[in-house]
């Protein structure tokens, strides 16, 4: 099973930007689908943007869509998320996951997760 390593996260004003990033362990990283999570207090881990095993295809939550984009590098093992125009409401614990069979945009789409990053937002 991947190992994944979220960096990252931090504070950052309202109209920010940050770069989140993903490092997995093993060999056959490119054999996996990655995606981004993210939990804020007291709400349930929703879906934030995935990226197929290739990079070829990707997908975005609607509130994510046009300020957030992920990408991977299977050279270097990571997958990284770029968000810009940060939001108060993008405050949340971001986490990493991976699966080799599937791609999806559910929790139960990806068997792999990392530890998360906080990512805070001021206003």
């Known amino acids: 099973q991947v190992q994944l390593v979220e960096s990252g996260g931090g504070l950052v004003q309202a109209g920010g930007s940050l770069r989140l990033s993903c490092a997995a362990s093993?060999?056959?990283?490119?054999?996996?689908?990655m995606g981004w999570f993210r939990q804020a207090p007291g709400k349930e881990r929703e879906f934030v943007a995935a990226?197929?095993?290739?990079?070829?295809?990707?997908y975005y939550a609607d509130s994510v869509k046009g300020r957030f984009t992920v990408s991977r590098d299977n050279a270097k093992n990571t997958v990284s998320l770029q968000m810009n125009s940060l939001k108060p409401e993008d405050t949340a614990v971001y986490y990493c996951?991976?699966?080799?069979?599937?791609?999806?945009?559910?929790?139960?789409?990806?068997?792999?997760w990392g530890q998360g990053t906080q990512v805070t937002v001021s206003s």
């Open positions: 093993g060999r056959t990283f490119s054999s996996y689908a």
């Open positions: 990226i197929s095993w290739s990079g070829g295809r990707t």
């Open positions: 996951a991976a699966d080799r069979n599937r791609f999806g945009t559910t929790r139960t789409d990806f068997g792999s």
